[in-house]
């Protein structure tokens, strides 16, 4: 019982993952202003990169929804403390090439910490 609100915050910040990966797959453009750098060119190309990241999301999400149905809690743990590496490096290139500090703090640092935390509540490090 005690394993209910990590393992549900895990399929929580899974699922979101999934669905920021779709809007980025179904309309790059208009999802890009959100993310924390200046919006990029509006062009095929720069469409493209989007998608990447999209689907990079959605993989993301699916691993831990999968390791979740197949492992146990400690490897849905493990999972999301790798995984955080993710938002960080979301974070730093944000703050490294001067887009929006509250974005990048309050978007990706804060889903950088909830990862943390619950993937080491799930490990029972703390």
């Known amino acids: 019982m ?3 609100i ?3 915050l ?3 910040v899974a699922v979101g993952i999934i669905v920021i990966g779709c809007f980025y797959l179904v309309s ?3 999802v890009s202003g959100t993310f924390g ?3 990029p060119a509006s062009d095929a190309d720069t469409r493209a990169w989007l998608r990447l990241k999209g689907n990079r ?3 993301a999400g699916l691993v831990v929804l999968t390791v979740m149905l197949a ?3 400690r490897l849905v743990g493990m999972a999301l403390l790798v995984e955080a590496i ?3 490096g979301d974070m730093s290139i944000i703050l490294g090439s001067g887009g929006s500090k509250s974005r990048a703090l309050s978007i990706h640092g804060v889903t950088c910490a909830v990862m943390l935390v619950v993937g080491l509540l799930l490990i029972h490090a703390i």
Do not use: E, H, M, W
Request: hydrophobic share 45%; no cysteine; proline share 21%.
């Open 2 to 4: 005690p394993n209910v």
């Open 6 to 8: 990590p393992l549900s």
């Open 10 to 12: 895990a399929a929580l």
């Open 28 to 30: 790059p453009q208009r």
């Open 37 to 39: 750098l200046k919006p």
């Open 57 to 59: 999301d959605v993989v």
């Open 71 to 73: 492992a146990d809690r």
């Open 86 to 88: 993710i938002p960080f």
